[in-house]
């Protein structure tokens, strides 16, 4: 079974920094694109990074660029957002999720809270 | 600039069919296949319901599909359940994001 679980949210002042951990089971970790997706309170899904099975691709939404990081350790079966001067903007419930190509996000966790406020 | 546009709120009764559309604006999507369709109860994981326009995801009931004609796709769910009721997203690729629409709410009532 597929399991992808979320931590590291928190509470945080603006400008602060915080790093999100994804600890996945139950499938090839190594084989499998993987993303951050977040939604803000009362809004929508937001595509947030991706990170290809080898790290060798990486893209960020405009949003989080130059101020987020994301990484992967395929050894330890787990993802990583290393979010840095945060705004209260960023205030979500982040997710991960794992993707074979383009063909769809078929495993997500249940998600970790950011609050950015002072 | 691109971006895939949703109604807001569907709802239909038990039993009926509802279809929610999500338009593709602008010309950065990679590809016409690669639309896919999430439903996603509230404080649960998203859930993958289509993939490519209209392969179902493994698992998925077979009252649920997809199609896409021209720069709109669609998803259709027939006999509508009381557990249907969630927020239902798509999605599509550029060569370098992924895009998601706003959201469509769909009430059972």
């Known amino acids: 079974e597929v399991q992808v679980v979320e931590s590291g949210g928190g509470l945080v002042q603006p400008g602060g920094s915080l790093r999100l951990s994804c600890a996945t089971s139950g499938f090839d970790f190594s084989n499998y694109e993987m993303n951050w997706v977040r939604q803000a309170p009362g809004k929508g899904l937001e595509w947030v990074s991706y990170?290809?099975?080898?790290?060798?691709?990486?893209y960020y939404a405009d949003s989080v660029k130059g101020r987020f990081t994301i990484s992967r350790d395929n050894a330890k079966n787990s993802l990583y957002l290393q979010m840095n001067t945060l705004r209260a903007e960023d205030t979500a419930t982040y997710f991960c999720?794992?993707?074979?190509?383009?063909?769809?996000?078929?495993?997500w966790g249940q998600g970790t809270t950011v609050t950015v406020s002072s | 600039q691109s971006a895939l546009t949703q109604p807001a709120s569907v709802s239909g009764s038990p039993g009926q069919s509802i279809t929610i559309s999500c338009t593709v604006i602008g010309s950065d999507f990679v590809g016409d296949k690669f639309v896919s369709w999430y439903q996603h109860h509230p404080d649960k994981a998203p859930k993958l319901m289509i993939y490519?326009?209209?392969k179902r995801a493994s698992g998925v009931s077979n009252r649920f599909s997809g199609s896409k004609s021209g720069n709109t796709a669609s998803l259709t769910i027939s006999g509508l359940q009381a557990e249907d009721e969630a927020d239902y997203y798509c999605s599509s690729y550029t060569t370098s994001s992924v895009v998601f629409g706003g959201g469509t709410k769909l009430t059972v009532l």
């Open positions: 990170i290809s099975s080898g790290a060798a691709l990486i």
């Open positions: 999720a794992r993707e074979t190509f383009r063909y769809g996000m078929d495993g």
């Open positions: 490519e326009v209209a």
